[in-house]
C-alpha cells in the first residue's frame, strides 16, 4: 500500500515539496514535447530519410515511457477515495478524460499488433500528436480552459444549436433560390451546406456562390448573421475565462487582509 500510494504521488502532479515527483512531471514534459516536435519533422522527406530509424526508435521507447505511466496509473489509483474499490474504482478511472487521453497516446502504436488491417493508423502517423493531449495534465492555462468549457457548457450547446438552426435554413433557402440558375453547384440540400458553412464562418472560398439576384441577396444576409453568431461563442467563452480568473485570484486572496497567498 506504500508502494502504491508513493507511485501515484509520483505520477500525479507533485506538490511543491515533492522533489521526485517535478522531476518526474519535468522529464514526462520533456517528452511530451519531444515527441510532438519528431512527429512534425518526420513529416520532412529528407528528415524521414536520414534520421527515420532514430525516429521509430524514440517512438518506439516513447511508447514504452508512456505504456509505463498508464499502466501505473491504473494500478496505483485505488490509493484515491474515488477509485478506492479494486475493480469498480479503475473501472471509473480508465474513463476519466485524462485516462482516456493517456490511452489515446499509445493505442495506435499497439492496434496493428492485433493481427487486424490497420495500417491506416501506419500511414496517418499525425495520430500521434495525440499525446500533446497529454499537456493538459501539467499545464495550468489547458486546465483552465478546460473548466471553462465544464462551466460553460450549456451556453456552447445552445449557441451551437442556434448554429445548426442557421445553418439548415440558409442551405435550404440557397438550394431552392439557385438549384434552377445552377442545377449542379447546387445540386443538393447537404452541397448547398458547404456553402453555408464558409458563409456563416465568414472564409468564403469561392467554389460554390450564388449568381441569382434573389441568390445574392440571401448570400449577403447569412454573410451578416455570420458574423453575429460566430461572436457568440466566443464571448460566452471571454466570459467563462474571466470568470475563472477571477475566481483563482480571490483563492490566492486572504478573505480578512486581502494580501495575496503563495
Known sequence: MRLKKKVWQILEIAQPNDKLSRAFDAFLLALISLNVLATIVGTVDRVQHRFGVYLDWFELVSVLVFSVEYL???????????????????????????????????????????????????????????????????????????????????????????????????????YYVEHSVQPETFSDIPTSMWWAVSTLTTVGYGDIYPVSPLGRLLGSIVAILGIGVFALPTAILGSGFLEEVQKRKRKRTCPHCGKHLD
Open 72 to 174: 501505473g496509473r491504473v494500478w496505483a489509483c485505488t490509493v484515491e477515495s474515488a477509485y478506492s474499490r479494486p475493480f469498480r474504482g479503475r473501472v471509473r478511472f480508465v474513463f476519466t478524460p485524462l485516462a482516456i487521453i493517456d490511452l489515446l497516446a499509445i493505442v495506435p502504436f499497439y492496434l496493428p499488433f492485433l493481427g487486424a488491417d490497420f495500417r491506416f493508423l501506419r500511414t496517418f502517423r499525425l495520430v500521434r500528436l495525440l499525446r500533446m493531449l497529454k499537456l493538459a495534465r501539467y499545464m495550468n492555462s489547458l486546465r483552465l480552459m478546460g473548466r471553462v468549457f465544464r462551466s460553460k457548457k450549456e451556453e456552447l450547446l445552445a449557441a451551437l444549436g442556434l448554429l445548426a438552426v442557421l445553418l439548415i435554413i440558409t442551405s435550404s433557402a440557397m
